[in-house]
């Protein structure tokens, strides 16, 4: 079943989703490649195949292995494949997203915290919080992934 486009149903909302996507990946100090792994963690918990698409194919282009990107899901099996911010940052995405069932830890709170600086967490959450947004119009409104067979 084809439902509507959100970003012509209602481009005040999509002009305010993109201007928090627009801060998230232009006015923190976070490497690109980690917005984008957190981008593609949250959208696969989520289960977005259009936003998992699209991260995947940032990350491969930003320089990431295929090899690696395929163990995201399962991180904590291959965490010497992930720096240490790497893992902080997918370990703070997954709670933050399952927020639901988590409740965002204390001692997760603690971990995350000491591997950013506190701007620099904001930021991280705020990046987290807009994928899971654009995960939830995506999945809602069924957008396709661009990918090919």
């Known amino acids: 079943m084809t439902r509507l486009n959100w970003f012509e149903a209602s481009p005040g909302a999509a002009k305010a989703l993109g201007g928090l996507h627009h801060f998230v990946t232009t006015g923190t100090n976070l490497p ?4 984008h792994l957190v981008f593609l963690r949250a959208s696969q918990i ?19 292995s295929v090899e690696k990107l395929v163990l ?4 904590h099996e291959a965490a010497h494949l992930f720096s240490e911010q790497e893992r902080s940052a997918l370990a703070w995405t997954e709670e933050v997203t399952l927020v639901s069932e988590t409740h965002v830890s204390d001692e997760a709170y603690v971990a995350a915290s000491s591997a950013f600086t506190p701007k620099d967490l904001v930021d991280l959450t705020a990046a ?10 995506g ?3 069924r957008l396709s992934p661009a990918a090919k067979a």
Do not use: E, T, Y
């Open 139 to 141: 999945v809602s409104f």
């Open 32 to 35: 690109p490649q980690l917005i």
């Open 72 to 75: 995201v899901p399962v991180w």
């Open 128 to 137: 987290i919080a807009a994928m899971n947004a654009f995960n939830r119009m």
């Open 46 to 64: 989520n289960g977005c195949a259009h936003c998992i698409d699209i991260h995947s194919r940032d990350l491969i282009k930003g320089g990431m």
